[in-house]
């Protein structure tokens, strides 16, 4: 089975400073990952997604996310961490190269002014 | 154009009752996926409707069951509900089961 591990429930991070959220994954063959956030009463939304083309991903808002084969690791990364940014944040692989999705636990993040 | 859409937003049940929620995908969408966010978890895979039939399930009993109409619009039903079905239900939507998922606001169920 397919599943993603995301360590560090909650993050804080001083607005201004990078913003890492790791991600490895488990998987029998090459999988189609992704990032999603959350924000409070929001639905989820798509930063990001891998599916075997460049392994330097660029989403939305300024995060990218790389992906290391050889670390089975899909690390998130943004180089300045805005208020905005405060929300949950959602590893994510799919099966079979459809659209069923494993989630991770998530990762909680606060901004500090 | 209106994205996906889900209701109610927020429902009260107690336990033993059946429950009944309801989607309408994004505009020119076929396919619907449902999940289960738990509090202070991801959200789980619950089942996909595609052409009107369950074409994908995840780990979850017989007493979740789904529906797609002609539409593409889709109802999730709980029956006989526990205490453990408190949750946040999302509909997602796509263009096929393999297309980007979209995702709605969720139900927000408490069973008492």
């Known amino acids: 089975a397919q599943s993603v591990t995301q360590l560090d429930s909650h993050v804080s991070v001083s607005e201004g400073t990078p913003v890492l959220l790791r991600c490895n994954y488990s998987?029998?063959?090459?999988?189609?990952l992704f990032w999603y956030v959350q924000h409070p009463n929001k639905g989820l939304q798509l930063l990001l997604k891998y599916t075997s083309a460049a392994t330097l991903v660029k989403g939305i808002n300024g995060f990218e996310a790389e992906f290391k084969k050889s670390e089975t690791s899909f690390h998130l990364t943004k180089p300045s961490a805005h208020m905005s940014d405060a929300a949950e944040y959602f590893c994510v692989v799919s099966y079979y190269g459809n659209n069923r999705l494993a989630f991770g636990k998530g990762n909680q993040v606060v901004v500090i002014p | 154009d209106a994205g996906v859409t889900q209701s109610p937003t927020h429902l009260i049940k107690t336990r033993g009752q059946q429950v009944t929620l309801r989607c309408s995908p994004k505009s020119g969408h076929d396919t619907v996926s449902w999940y289960q966010q738990a509090l202070g978890q991801g959200p789980q895979f619950i089942f996909q409707y595609y052409e009107e039939e369950e074409r994908q399930r995840g780990n979850f009993p017989d007493r979740f069951s789904g529906h797609q109409f002609p539409n593409y619009s889709s109802e999730l039903n709980v029956n006989a509900l526990l205490l453990g079905d408190s949750a946040l239900y999302l509909c997602?939507?796509?263009?096929?089961?393999?297309?980007?998922?979209?995702f709605g606001e969720g139900s927000r169920l408490t069973v008492l």
């Open positions: 997602a939507s796509s263009l096929g089961i393999s297309g980007e998922l979209f």
């Open positions: 998987s029998s063959y090459s999988p189609s």
